[in-house]
């Protein structure tokens, strides 16, 4: 059997930071792939960024991330933007030229659209679409003691269709580059105005281009890394069901998911492991058939874990029988991708560009 690889691709050892010529060249590689980004991304000046955000004050402050700071920035025109300011740190510049990449070439309703960047001498800025909602994270674990929880189930499953239909494209879609995000949580989920969910965060991603790779390779692929992907939603779909903090859940985690999958025969044990607020109100048996999909997703053999394309799939099926219209935008034209069944499966709303 298999094992799964190491979770994270850009690791810093002790030889990387003794390394002042490698960072040096490294940087020199980054300056020389950010001219050549600059035909697909709109490149922004410091002094527009700063005029949006106020000079950074903290009345437009978003949150912190790993990477950097958010902050909310309004143009003239009354365009309102998101700003990360990345940390001060030249081993983040690998991260930054990832986002670049990636979020610059992608266009789904799914994903976070990357609008511009900036480099201002040693300091590095993405400019994003601001999404009034905020994280899904915050939604599920309000800051104030006693707040209720005020994601009701129809949208809990609106975004858990839409976060599969995004993963399910980015690992699916019919081009010859194939994306894994590699860094799945809610915290980097954020909500529209109208609750669809974009992912973000794609700085630990990793693209694997489908056309040279034997079958011995792609089956090693889908197994050490889009399995791990697959694991990340199944967390974040738990935290949507049970609203557990996964912070919460340390190695012995898996102890308690698979008590949770044992008591799934049983329709009378669930309850205990469902979030209070979302009981008795007549969703009870998708409930307990979205906690099923979760759990297949988690399963600690990553083999036995299903494809995105299937869960979305799975998902789609469970929003159909809560009577549930996907009320997405329609704007885009489907994007029609091959699953590793050899069926093709209808993946909604996506364009590359």
Same mark, same amino acid.
């Given at each position: 059997?298999?094992?799964?690889?190491?979770?994270?691709?850009?690791?810093?050892?002790?030889?990387?930071?003794?390394?002042?010529?490698?960072?040096?060249?490294?940087?020199?590689?980054?300056?020389?792939?950010?001219?050549?980004?600059?035909?697909?991304?709109?490149?922004?000046?410091?002094?527009?960024?700063?005029?949006?955000?106020?000079?950074?004050?903290?009345?437009?402050?978003?949150?912190?991330?790993?990477?950097?700071?958010?902050?909310?920035?309004?143009?003239?025109?009354?365009?309102?933007?998101?700003?990360?300011?990345?940390?001060?740190?030249?081993?983040?510049?690998?991260?930054? &030229? /990832?986002?670049?990449? !990636? @979020?610059?070439?992608?266009?789904?309703?799914?994903? $976070?659209?990357?609008? %511009?960047?900036?480099?201002?001498?040693?300091?590095?800025?993405?400019?994003?679409?601001?999404?009034?909602?905020?994280?899904?994270?915050?939604?599920?674990?309000?800051?104030?003691?006693?707040?209720?929880?005020?994601?009701?189930?129809?949208?809990?499953?609106?975004?858990?269709?839409?976060?599969?239909?995004?993963?399910?494209?980015?690992?699916?879609?019919?081009?010859?580059?194939?994306?894994?995000?590699?860094? &799945? /949580?809610?915290?980097? !989920? @954020?909500?529209?105005?109208?609750?669809?969910?974009? $992912?973000?965060?794609? %700085?630990?991603?990793?693209?694997?281009?489908?056309?040279?790779?034997?079958?011995?390779?792609?089956?090693?692929?889908?197994?050490?890394?889009?399995?791990?992907?697959?694991?990340?939603?199944?967390?974040?779909?738990?935290?949507?069901?049970?609203?557990?903090?996964?912070?919460?859940?340390?190695?012995?985690?898996?102890?308690?998911?698979?008590?949770?999958?044992?008591?799934?025969?049983?329709?009378?044990?669930?309850?205990?492991?469902?979030?209070?607020?979302?009981?008795?109100?007549?969703?009870?048996?998708?409930?307990?058939?979205?906690?099923?999909?979760?759990?297949?997703?988690?399963?600690?053999?990553?083999?036995?874990?299903?494809?995105?394309?299937?869960?979305?799939?799975?998902?789609?099926?469970?929003?159909?029988?809560?009577?549930?219209?996907?009320?997405?935008?329609?704007?885009?034209?489907?994007?029609?991708?091959?699953?590793?069944?050899?069926?093709?499966?209808?993946?909604?709303?996506?364009?590359?560009?």
């Amino acid at each position: 059997m298999m094992m799964l690889m190491v979770k994270r691709k850009h690791k810093i050892t002790d030889d990387d930071q003794a390394g002042s010529s490698s960072t040096v060249g490294l940087l020199e590689e980054g300056i020389k792939e950010i001219s050549m980004l600059e035909k697909r991304v709109t490149r922004m000046s410091y002094a527009d960024l700063k005029d949006a955000t106020d000079n950074f004050s903290e009345n437009n402050f978003i949150g912190q991330g790993k990477m950097g700071m958010l902050y909310k920035a309004s143009l003239p025109n009354g365009y309102v933007l998101a700003v990360k300011k990345l940390h001060d740190s030249r081993f983040l510049e690998e991260q930054f &030229i /990832s986002e670049l990449k !990636i @979020l610059g070439s992608l266009r789904h309703i799914n994903v $976070l659209p990357l609008l %511009g960047f900036c480099v201002e001498s040693n300091q590095r800025f993405l400019v994003y679409k601001y999404m009034p909602n905020g994280n899904l994270y915050d939604w599920l674990h309000p800051m104030e003691e006693g707040q209720e929880k005020a994601m009701e189930w129809g949208v809990r499953v609106k975004v858990a269709v839409g976060l599969a239909r995004g993963l399910a494209w980015l690992h699916q879609n019919c081009h010859t580059v194939k994306i894994i995000h590699l860094d &799945i /949580s809610s915290k980097c !989920i @954020l909500l529209d105005q109208n609750f669809q969910p974009k $992912l973000s965060n794609f %700085g630990e991603a990793m693209l694997v281009s489908s056309t040279c790779a034997s079958s011995v390779n792609s089956e090693f692929w889908e197994m050490a890394f889009v399995k791990e992907d697959v694991h990340g939603f199944g967390v974040v779909l738990l935290e949507m069901i049970t609203g557990v903090d996964p912070s919460n859940m340390t190695a012995s985690s898996n102890n308690v998911l698979n008590e949770w999958i044992g008591h799934l025969s049983s329709s009378s044990d669930f309850h205990g492991a469902v979030d209070k607020s979302l009981i008795g109100k007549g969703f009870d048996d998708e409930i307990i058939q979205l906690l099923k999909v979760a759990c297949t997703c988690v399963d600690p053999i990553p083999d036995r874990r299903p494809i995105m394309v299937q869960v979305y799939e799975d998902i789609k099926a469970i929003r159909e029988r809560c009577d549930l219209v996907d009320d997405s935008s329609l704007l885009m034209q489907p994007e029609i991708c091959p699953a590793t069944s050899e069926k093709s499966v209808e993946i909604e709303m996506a364009e590359f560009q």
